[in-house]
């Protein structure tokens, strides 16, 4: 099993920045891959990050160039730094992860981001 704690959620202005952390618990060793989502009220999780073990980065179009993920593996800790942030980032964050061969998914309870024009 594993277990996942978001947090470093917030009010911001636009144009500002927040560092959302999680913290991995349990079988890390059997995560391959670690993504942050992001579901806005009436619409679809979409898929924000992701970082596999082997530091492969994959982005969503919407926030390329603005947030940056990585991960710490001494402290088992996965970060997305968001830069310049717009009033569209506004969303709930989820930590996902996803164990070897994709047999298994994961996911945190979230933590909000609303960014105010």
């Known amino acids: 099993q594993v277990q996942l704690v978001e947090s470093g959620g917030g009010l911001v202005q636009a144009g500002g920045s927040l560092r959302l952390s999680c913290v991995v618990s349990?079988?890390?060793?059997?995560?391959?891959?670690m993504g942050w989502y992001r579901q806005a009220p009436g619409l679809q999780r979409e898929l924000v990050a992701s970082?596999?073990?082997?530091?492969?980065?994959n982005y969503a179009d919407s926030v390329k160039g603005r947030f940056t993920i990585s991960r710490d593996n001494t402290k088992n800790t996965v970060y997305l730094q968001m830069n310049s942030l717009k009033p569209e980032d506004t969303a709930v964050y989820y930590c996902?992860?996803?164990?070897w061969g994709g047999g298994r998914e994961y996911w945190g309870q979230g933590t909000q981001v609303t960014v105010s024009s």
């Open positions: 996902k992860a996803i164990s």
């Open positions: 349990g079988s890390t060793s059997s995560i391959a891959v």
């Open positions: 970082i596999t073990s082997g530091g492969h980065t």
